[in-house]
């Protein structure tokens, strides 16, 4: 009987194999991608289909509508960085008033699986000398703050006429088409170069967030005109963790100080809570209302 022994080298070149043909791999399987986007276009088509109450009707997909609630409130909330996430850190800076704004990160909660409702962020600010930005000892008041704005609720209330929703299924049907097609050119293909134009097909997931995407785009052109007002309720809570002032004070009975004022660096750290409404009308009228409470 001959005994056959596979050497190291060999069994290292075939797992190499191995993972070559692996790598090589790209796209996403084409009947997995055409199962997944159909689960989407039932599920939408469902969403619009049902009423939930007599003359409230679905307009767009509750993805679409995730995006048109967050798309608005960023509207609403455009003069506020700490309350609007872009997808870049956002600074501001007033040459009248010498007011810097400087927010380096936010974030919100994940739209694909729950309505957009808080809106996280740090944020720095600060009230500059009227000579140089650079001059540190000179500035007025430095502030480095957490915020946490809450949407409490929305309400859109659009005309009582249900859509027809076969319009949507031809949306959502070439779409569907459009993604399979281009997917399968890679599919077949098995090359890196065919997915550098399309790194969407790497992964199922990011395949699933392009054809919403997609959808959302079509369905808020449809629905551009539809709503007859929109109205956000909400509330913000800033925390003043770090936050000093540079004061020169006069001191009372102390003469010196009249031309020789005193320098101090209090530490004025606080809390604020901000409630908002805000009611949009399609005539462009608009209501808003705001009450502030601050401790500290």
Same mark, same amino acid.
């Given at each position: 009987?001959?005994? &056959?022994?596979?050497?190291? !080298? +060999?069994?290292? $070149?075939?797992?190499? #194999?191995?993972?070559? /043909?692996?790598?090589?791999?790209?796209?996403?399987?084409?009947?997995?991608?055409?199962?997944?986007?159909?689960?989407?276009?039932?599920?939408?088509?469902?969403?619009?289909?049902?009423?939930?109450?007599?003359?409230?009707?679905?307009?767009?997909?509750?993805?679409?509508?995730?995006?048109?609630?967050?798309?608005?409130?960023?509207?609403?909330?455009?003069?506020?960085?700490?309350?609007?996430?872009?997808?870049?850190?956002?600074?501001?800076?007033?040459?009248?008033?010498?007011?810097?704004?400087?927010?380096?990160?936010?974030?919100?909660?994940?739209?694909?699986?729950?309505?957009?409702?808080?809106?996280?962020?740090?944020?720095?600010?600060?009230?500059?000398?009227?000579?140089?930005?650079?001059?540190?000892?000179?500035?007025?008041?430095?502030?480095?703050? &957490?915020?946490?704005?809450? !949407? +409490?609720?929305? $309400?859109?209330?659009? #005309?009582?006429?249900? /859509?027809?929703?076969?319009?949507?299924?031809?949306?959502?049907?070439?779409?569907?088409?459009?993604?399979?097609?281009?997917?399968?050119?890679?599919?077949?293909?098995?090359?890196?170069?065919?997915?550098?134009?399309?790194?969407?097909?790497?992964?199922?997931?990011?395949?699933?967030?392009?054809?919403?995407?997609?959808?959302?785009?079509?369905?808020?052109?449809?629905?551009?005109?539809?709503?007859?007002?929109?109205?956000?309720?909400?509330?913000?809570?800033?925390?003043?963790?770090?936050?000093?002032?540079?004061?020169?004070?006069?001191?009372?009975?102390?003469?010196?100080?009249?031309?020789?004022?005193?320098?101090?660096?209090?530490?004025?750290?606080?809390?604020?809570?901000?409630?908002?409404?805000?009611?949009?009308?399609?005539?462009?009228?608009?209501?808003?209302?705001?009450?502030?409470?601050?401790?500290?």
């Amino acid at each position: 009987m001959r005994n &056959f022994i596979l050497s190291p !080298l +060999i069994v290292l $070149s075939l797992s190499f #194999a191995a993972l070559g /043909q692996t790598a090589t791999k790209h796209g996403i399987n084409p009947d997995t991608l055409n199962a997944h986007l159909k689960a989407i276009a039932d599920t939408n088509l469902n969403y619009l289909s049902y009423n939930a109450k007599p003359k409230i009707y679905h307009f767009v997909s509750k993805y679409t509508f995730r995006n048109l609630v967050k798309s608005d409130f960023s509207t609403v909330t455009i003069a506020d960085n700490t309350a609007t996430v872009g997808e870049f850190a956002a600074l501001s800076i007033d040459p009248n008033s010498y007011q810097l704004a400087f927010t380096p990160y936010a974030w919100s909660n994940d739209l694909t699986k729950e309505n957009f409702r808080d809106v996280y962020a740090i944020n720095v600010s600060a009230a500059l000398n009227n000579q140089s930005m650079l001059n540190l000892n000179a500035w007025k008041s430095v502030t480095i703050s &957490f915020s946490s704005t809450h !949407l +409490i609720g929305e $309400s859109y209330l659009s #005309a009582d006429k249900a /859509q027809d929703i076969s319009v949507y299924r031809l949306i959502y049907a070439e779409l569907k088409d459009n993604m399979r097609t281009q997917n399968d050119e890679i599919y077949h293909q098995k090359s890196e170069s065919a997915t550098l134009n399309h790194p969407e097909y790497d992964d199922i997931k990011d395949a699933e967030k392009a054809y919403n995407d997609s959808v959302s785009k079509y369905e808020l052109v449809l629905t551009k005109d539809i709503w007859q007002s929109k109205t956000f309720w909400w509330y913000k809570v800033t925390y003043n963790i770090l936050s000093f002032d540079n004061a020169n004070y006069i001191v009372v009975g102390d003469a010196t100080t009249y031309d020789n004022p005193k320098k101090a660096t209090p530490y004025t750290g606080s809390v604020n809570l901000a409630v908002n409404f805000f009611k949009g009308l399609s005539s462009h009228w608009n209501i808003y209302a705001n009450v502030n409470i601050q401790c500290g």
